[in-house]
């Protein structure tokens, strides 16, 4: 099947899971000033172009992610579903993406994806290779003070179990700090620096025009240190008050900024920054406030872009990542339209405009 050849340029893009922008976080939550701190400073440190006032339109990852890949910006539920559809009888994916107009931006040839367990992006066969981050794997390499035992691995295999019992246990002893279950959220953020490096070397090599990864971070749950950013413990965020919830989840977004700023520092003292246009944009935001009173920032996310040779610049319009995303790689721009964006509160679609 001939395929569509690549006319873009070489780009890097990043979708972080339950990335919060600016406005998604709360104001009066003591780290709060801080982590918004960290986030301009990485912006401005790396010229990134930012919308702090970007907003997604889906509120899930199976929908958010092949919206952007599709370069679909308006709500159509019905033409979603051609995007993707149930990964029946998987154990690791629970959905798998069948349209994919990015990758289709490429020759297949030079496209390479980090994906991990959840949403399978590869299902879609236009890539010359595909990374899957292995829960299980022996390969794998992990981030300060976190370490897996037999024990570990014997209950995490337990734990997939759908019994009352073995799902008490194992969530008990989790708890406690007793095991650690080994499951594609824990990993991917135990293993975010051994991504991130694995992209750095993609990157160097210059042998792939598009670099898509979907990082599952800082998705909850919340287990990184603030303290040099190791492993602390598993956090249930069942078991918190919405203030501790908010307050951890800042301590998430620093960490992951910093080693985001790793990478980036590595991109940079290389010469090769400048090779990539780049995207990072969340699938959605981290939907930690209350959504009554806070309608407009519960659909807040990340949304930076960079060309090449890029100056930092900053744009308030409030656009969604769907449309921002859509714009950077068509040369048919469009300004903005009243798209629907979904209601948490009463589980439904509504207008832009009845929350804006």
């Keep these: 099947i001939e395929r569509v050849v690549n006319t873009a340029n070489p780009t890097i893009v990043i979708i972080l899971d339950e990335m919060n922008g600016l406005g998604g976080l709360n104001d009066k939550i003591i780290n709060t000033k801080t982590t918004k701190k960290k986030i301009n400073n990485f912006i401005k440190k790396f010229n990134f172009t930012h919308y702090p006032n970007a907003y997604t339109i889906y509120s899930r990852s199976s929908d958010s992610i092949p919206s952007y890949l599709n370069f679909h910006y308006e709500y159509n539920i019905e033409k979603l579903e051609k995007f993707r559809k149930p990964h029946n009888n998987s154990f690791a994916f629970y959905e798998k993406v069948l349209s994919n107009k990015l990758f289709d931006l490429y020759n297949p040839k030079k496209v390479y994806v980090k994906q991990t367990f959840g949403l399978d992006f590869c299902a879609y066969e236009n890539f010359q290779e595909c990374k899957t981050t292995n829960p299980f794997s022996r390969k794998n390499k992990y981030i300060n003070n976190f370490k897996l035992n037999n024990y570990d691995k014997i209950f995490s295999k337990f734990s997939y179990q759908t019994s009352i019992f073995a799902t008490l246990l194992t969530r008990t002893l989790r708890q406690f700090d007793l095991i650690k279950i080994i499951e594609p959220r824990i990993i991917g953020k135990t293993t975010i620096e051994q991504n991130l490096d694995n992209l750095f070397i993609q990157a160097k090599s210059k042998k792939f025009s598009l670099i898509f990864a979907h990082l599952l971070a800082p998705h909850k749950p919340f287990v990184w240190d603030l303290n040099g950013c190791g492993y602390k413990y598993y956090e249930n965020q069942n078991f918190i008050s919405d203030k501790k919830l908010q307050e951890y989840h800042n301590v998430e977004i620093q960490c992951l900024i910093y080693f985001l700023d790793k990478f980036f520092t590595k991109l940079n003292e290389n010469k090769i920054i400048n090779h990539y246009d780049i995207v990072i944009a969340s699938d959605h935001g981290a939907r930690n406030l209350n959504f009554d009173t806070n309608k407009k920032d519960w659909h807040s996310v990340i949304y930076l872009e960079r ?45 832009k405009s009845n929350i804006f």
């Design 307 to 351: 060309k090449k040779n890029n100056n930092f610049k900053e744009h308030l319009d409030a656009k969604s990542s769907q449309l921002l995303f859509y714009n950077f790689f068509n040369e048919n721009k469009i300004n903005d339209i009243d798209s629907k964006i979904y209601d948490h509160k009463n589980s439904k679609y509504i207008f």
